[in-house]
T-cell receptor, first 116, second 113 residues
Framework: GAVVSQHPSWVICKSGTSVKIECRSL??????MFWYRQFPKQSLMLMAT?????????EQGVEKDKFLINHASLTLSTLTVTSAHPEDSSFYIC????????????FGSGTQLSVL | AQTVTQSQPEMSVQEAETVTLSCTYD???????LFWYKQPPSRQMILVIR??????QNATENRFSVNFQKAAKSFSLKISDSQLGDTAMYFC??????????FGTGTSLTVIP
């Protein structure tokens, strides 16, 4: 299957700082990338959908000024958590989809963010 | 809006036995895809199996097979010869071509040695 790389795997930061998470499709062009947040023992909560070259579409209740998403190329999307606070601590997962993935969605390995 | 329902929060099965995980969905679309994803303790989401709605034949991947009932909007996953490595959270998902994917709440499966 297609490979999606997500970095970092975990990050600890101080409250008020910003954190950037990268999601790369290594062997296919990702026309669409999704960003999810997952709480322990719960399902994936979609935060936003990003299409290459376009502004991201955010789900209701997700602050777009706090969670900045950039999808500048067909292989890279980034999620920046700005002015992070302890309540932003969570597991963040990206996924990617493209014309070559045969309607399948492939996931990064996730990023555990802990804000102190 | 599409919805995906998994009514079994937790299940367990003896090693080498067979277990079936249930999933129902609701949609007015005629062309869509259904998936089962596995999330082991590593938290990496892994695609287990995929079914195209326009295909009547049930998808099969080694020990994993589905029972797709389009009229009933049901999409269950059968795991045969369960192995310890099958212990994971399983998510049923619905996808429209190139668009949104919807996930169920998950079923936590434990394989007992």
């Amino acid at each position: 299957g297609a490979v999606v790389s997500q970095h970092p795997s975990w990050v600890i930061c101080k409250s008020g700082t910003s954190v950037k998470i990268e999601c790369r499709s290594l062997d296919f062009q990702a026309t669409t990338m999704f960003w999810y947040r997952q709480f322990p023992k719960q399902s994936l909560m979609l935060m936003a959908t990003s299409n290459e070259g376009s502004k991201a579409t955010y789900e209701q209740g997700v602050e777009k000024d706090k969670f900045l998403i950039n999808h500048a190329s067909l292989t890279l999307s980034t999620l920046t958590v700005t002015s992070a606070h302890p309540e932003d601590s969570s597991f963040y997962i990206c996924s990617a989809h493209g014309t070559a993935t045969n309607e399948k969605l492939f996931f990064g390995s996730g990023t555990q963010l802990s804000v102190l | 809006a599409q919805t995906v329902t998994q009514s079994q929060p937790e299940m367990s099965v003896q090693e080498a036995e067979t277990v079936t995980l249930s999933c129902t969905y609701d949609t007015s679309e005629s062309n869509y895809y259904l998936f089962w994803y596995k999330q082991p303790p590593s938290r990496q989401m892994i695609l287990v199996i995929r079914q195209e709605a326009y295909k009547q034949q049930n998808a099969t991947e080694n020990r994993f097979s589905v029972n797709f009932q389009k009229a009933a909007k049901s999409f269950s996953l059968k795991i045969s010869d369960s192995q310890l490595g099958d212990t994971a959270m399983y998510f049923c998902a619905f996808g429209e071509s190139g668009n949104q994917f919807y996930f169920g709440t998950g079923t936590s499966l434990t394989v007992i040695p």
